[in-house]
T-cell receptor
């Protein structure tokens, strides 16, 4: 079965640079979520989209922005990177109509290292 | 504010033991609860989803229960194997939002 695809899997950037993370949800899933997991921490919600509209927002820095495109893939844009942005970034997808209880399926993550 | 707590933080057991992982949440107004497995540096694998109207779900050697009124869920692993070694995370979705709120996880080591 198709899973959530994230690219790139690993990314190394310098401080103040910009990074773009991509997420391709499971086919037919219309809702995408982004989470950040720092070293030794549990995942923290950043932002979500349902049918290409932002549906919820968590503790996402103003330096970050995201969008969901017409094909339902999503991109997380991160600017003015800081050392503290080094983390695993997960994308998850679900069916937004509640048919499957909003069960979220996670991608393998993008490991971002800021030096 | 919803808080999710998992006990114990770490657990080491010999192979073959049955074990129970605990998860508690402060706000009973949840939509569902998911249990995940995470291997070091890897992604999250969904193990079981329990909707708020359900009491338990089973998948193979795993059984998860939910007591919404007391704010508790347990994950029961039968006949543990070394391959079960991982961090187990529980997460809840509140009625008002569909974001997952995670506990800090239980690190499980099953010794051969």
């Amino acid at each position: 079965a198709a899973g959530v695809i994230q690219s790139p899997r690993h990314l190394i950037k310098e401080k103040r640079e910009t990074a773009t993370l991509k997420c391709y949800p499971i086919p037919r899933h219309d809702t995408v979520y982004w989470y950040q997991q720092g070293p030794g921490q549990d995942p923290q919600f950043l932002i979500s989209f349902y049918e290409k509209m932002q549906s919820d927002k968590g503790s996402i820095p103003d330096r970050f922005s995201a969008q969901q495109f017409s094909d339902y893939h999503s991109e997380l844009n991160m600017s003015s990177l800081e050392l503290g942005d080094s983390a695993l970034y997960f994308c998850a997808s679900s069916l937004g109509t509640g048919q499957a209880g909003y069960e979220q399926y996670f991608g393998p993550g993008t490991r971002l290292t800021v030096t | 504010k919803q808080e999710v707590t998992q006990i114990p933080a770490a657990l080491s057991v010999p192979e073959g033991e049955n074990l129970v992982l605990n998860c508690s949440f402060t706000d009973s107004a949840i939509y569902n609860l998911q249990w995940f497995r995470q291997d070091p540096g890897k992604g999250l694998t969904s193990l079981l989803l329990i909707q708020s109207s359900q009491r338990e779900q089973t998948s193979g050697r795993l059984n998860a229960s939910l007591d919404k009124s007391s704010g508790r869920s347990t994950l029961y692993i039968a006949a543990s194997q070394p391959g079960d070694s991982a961090t187990y995370l529980c997460a809840v979705i509140r009625d008002s939002s569909y974001k997952l709120i995670f506990g800090s996880g239980t690190r499980l080591l099953v010794r051969p």
